[in-house]
């Protein structure tokens, strides 16, 4: 790849000028950061479509689990922050997160292991069950 831009006079102008000169070196370089930066924003306006309309419609079709996620979220947000805003020491959720625990609202009792998932009491749901069930009679 580097053969396309070594042969080619544009790429050696360019490297010559950004060489030679400071003030074009550093339009460049401004070029390249801010046109991409700005075409990324206009897209993002254009393509942003947060109506109230479209917030309260896909708000009234949600799912419950995610009624429910955004309700937990929220509280653990506003826990966190609230700590923060105590000037709490903070470093215990991060060594909680590490060793796969979360932490509880009780003071007390700070870090509590996440619970295993329960095994599934009816396994006659798998994508095999015709199989065992086979195996069985």
């Not at 074009?24 to 991409?36: N, Y």
């Not at 937990?72 to 826990?79: F, G, I, S, T």
């Not at 609202?105 to 086979?134: C, L, M």
Request: charged fraction near 25%; hydrophobic fraction near 35%.
């Amino acid at each position: 790849m580097s053969i396309l831009w070594e042969k080619s006079g544009t790429w050696r102008w360019m490297v010559r000028q950004t060489k030679e000169s400071k003030p074009f070196f550093f339009a460049f370089a401004t070029v390249c950061g801010v046109v991409p930066g700005l075409i990324g924003f206009c897209v993002m306006q254009l393509t942003n479509s947060s109506t109230p309309d479209l917030e309260a419609r896909l708000r009234k079709n949600a799912r419950p689990e995610s009624l429910m996620m955004g309700k937990v979220n929220k509280e653990r947000l506003a826990e966190y922050l609230g700590e923060v805003q105590r000037k709490e020491d903070t470093n215990d959720r991060y060594a909680a997160a590490l060793k796969r625990e979360t932490l509880t609202r009780n003071p007390y009792v700070r870090i509590q292991p996440v619970p295993a998932p329960a095994p599934a009491a009816n396994q006659n749901n798998s994508p095999n069950s015709h199989v065992d069930n086979k195996k069985k009679k």
